[in-house]
């Protein structure tokens, strides 16, 4: 069964830093599109960042700049480095694998101001 595990989130303070990390099992990780989503309360979810199997990135306009999406396919691990955190940076943060969705339960981040 497909399962994603999100760690590393937590409560920082405004302009500091967050790693998250997501551990994917049971798919084919190398050849898997990955991504970050995140749900601020009262709102939608909302693309992140992504990377193809190939290493292409994308990012969302909000965090252009300060968020650094990579991979490791040896540990079948995706990871969001967030730099110069903002308030409107609190949400859940999802993984997502291209094609299979959201299997986890996501990672809480709650930047103070």
């Known amino acids: 069964q497909v399962k994603l595990v999100e760690s590393g989130g937590g409560l920082v303070q405004a302009g500091g830093s967050l790693r998250l990390s997501c551990e994917a099992s049971?798919?084919?990780?190398?050849?898997?599109?990955m991504g970050w989503y995140r749900q601020a309360p009262g709102k939608q979810r909302e693309f992140v960042a992504s990377?193809?199997?190939?290493?292409?990135?994308n990012y969302a306009d909000s965090v252009k700049g300060r968020f650094i999406i990579s991979r490791d396919n040896a540990k079948n691990t995706v990871s969001l480095q967030m730099n110069s955190l903002k308030p409107e940076d609190t949400a859940v943060y999802y993984c997502n694998a291209a094609g299979l969705g959201f299997r986890g339960q996501g990672t809480q981040v709650i930047v103070s101001s």
């Open positions: 990377i193809t199997s190939i290493g292409s990135l």
């Open positions: 049971e798919i084919r990780f190398s050849s898997i599109a």
